[in-house]
């Protein structure tokens, strides 16, 4: 029978054996912490990155509100300069506003009321309904509103006098829009909102 052989030194094989162990075990731990400290490193990253996506793409923000068109009815439009009488006019617009929605979610608004002011006097109102704007569009409405001038102070049928003879009305609305009417085209022109 063959037997077993033996290594002339016993303790040199257990110290090699016992080193190789001890190195592959100081291996392990130095890629278990390379391991570790790359799962930390990526999840600090990974949180930079989504708080940087909220705090700049997820904000929210104000919808813009606009006055996108308009026309007059040519039944309903009479201004008013005679000699005898105080200026006046009476139209009836045709707009289209437009809500414009930047945010990524969408967007609820209640009834509310939109304010034509000439010089600080309402002239004119038109009601919004309550609706949603879908994420990053732009929801378009129609509005038919009578302007006129019923209820304006003094000062400012003198002003009013004055703007129908240069043939155009500045028009500043609630919503933060300025616009031109030209009387002799009958037409809005310059409309600016902010």
């Given at each position: ?27 392990r ?16 990253f ?6 940087v996506f ?5 904000r ?24 005898d ?32 002011e ?31 001038t ?24 609630q ?14 022109q ?5």
């Amino acid at each position: 029978m063959a037997e077993k052989e033996e290594s002339p030194y016993p303790m040199a094989a257990n110290e090699e054996s016992s080193l190789v162990t001890e190195n592959s075990r100081a291996l392990r731990k130095k890629k278990r912490m390379k391991c570790i400290a790359f799962f930390v490193a990526f999840t600090i990253f990974q949180t930079v990155v989504i708080l940087v996506f909220v705090l700049t793409v997820l904000r929210f923000k104000s919808p813009k509100f606009s006055v996108r068109s308009g026309s007059f009815d040519n039944d309903t439009f009479q201004i008013g300069m005679e000699s005898d009488a105080a200026p006046s006019f009476n139209l009836t617009m045709n707009t289209q506003f437009g809500v414009k929605n930047t945010d990524f979610g969408h967007f609820n608004y209640e009834m509310s009321t939109v304010t034509f002011e000439y010089r600080g006097t309402a002239v004119g109102m038109v009601s919004v309904d309550k609706a949603r704007t879908r994420a990053r569009t732009t929801r378009k409405f129609d509005a038919k509103l009578l302007l006129k001038t019923d209820s304006m102070a003094d000062e400012s049928f003198e002003q009013l006098g004055g703007d129908i003879s240069s043939g155009k009305k500045k028009k500043c609305a609630q919503m933060n829009c300025t616009m031109n009417v030209d009387i002799q085209t009958r037409t809005l022109q310059d409309i600016v909102c902010k």
